[in-house]
């Protein structure tokens, strides 16, 4: 069970754009914005994309943007590219109680 | 930036302990923050705990303190990860992820993983 809630997948064609979304709480992601999106390549190490629910690490493309509304992020693709097909997983820090929390986690088909 | 190395593949008997270390050669990691996350095959990312070396200062993630302990040497640019009473539901790649003050959950860069195999 994780703390954060994430489609399971979500699938999109080349040069398109897709939105995957992470439901959290008022306790995490409606409370902070330290949100994070990792993306997953199989057999591969997480790669971080998307951190302070906006901001892009320097390196990641400018087709990768996140927001956030209320309790939930976002993280938007655009332009679609066969190597955006990955698994990508939220992230926000928490209250006392879990601290960092993670959500299961969307597996991107192009 | 920051390059994060971990110890090989662990091979474990149920109820045995093992440590995972992830050694840097920078500097700036003793002023920041590692942190420690797992991932069950086929499964998602969990963050188990984490530490600012120069502070000695740890967190853990509720559902991790009794099985957790995650200390560093200084001298040697170390930070270790140490899981007691091995079950096979522990069976993951481990990594750890260098984590800048400042910024929590930005885990950038992470080491390449740890693979524990709890087994009979």
């Known amino acids: 069970h994780s703390a954060l809630t994430q489609p399971a997948s979500v699938s999109g064609s080349l040069g398109q754009s897709i939105t995957l979304y992470c439901n959290g709480t008022r306790s995490d992601v409606g409370y902070f914005d330290f949100v994070s999106w990792y993306q997953q390549h199989p057999g591969k190490v997480p790669r971080l994309i998307i951190y302070?629910?906006?901001k892009r690490p320097s390196g990641v493309s400018t087709r990768f943007s996140g927001s956030k509304s209320g309790n939930t992020a976002s993280l938007t693709i655009s332009g679609l590219q066969t190597d955006d097909e990955a698994d990508y997983y939220c992230c926000s820090y928490s209250d006392e109680t879990i601290i960092v929390a993670f959500g299961g986690g969307t597996k991107v088909t192009v | 930036q920051e390059v994060l190395v971990q110890s090989g593949t662990e091979i474990k008997k149920p109820g045995s302990s093992v440590r995972v270390s992830c050694t840097t050669s920078?500097?700036?990691?003793?002023?920041?923050?590692i942190s420690w996350l797992r991932q069950a095959p086929g499964q998602g990312l969990e963050w188990l705990g984490g530490i600012i070396p120069i502070r000695n200062r740890t967190n853990y993630a509720p559902t991790f303190r009794a099985k957790v302990t995650i200390t560093a040497d200084e001298s040697k640019g170390t930070v270790f990860l140490d899981l007691t009473s091995l079950e096979s539901e522990d069976t993951a790649t481990y990594y750890c992820a260098f984590e800048e003050a400042g910024y929590p959950t930005r885990f950038d860069p992470w080491g390449q993983g740890t693979l524990v195999i709890v087994s009979s």
């Open positions: 302070d629910v906006i």
């Open positions: 920078s500097d700036r990691v003793t002023n920041h923050a």
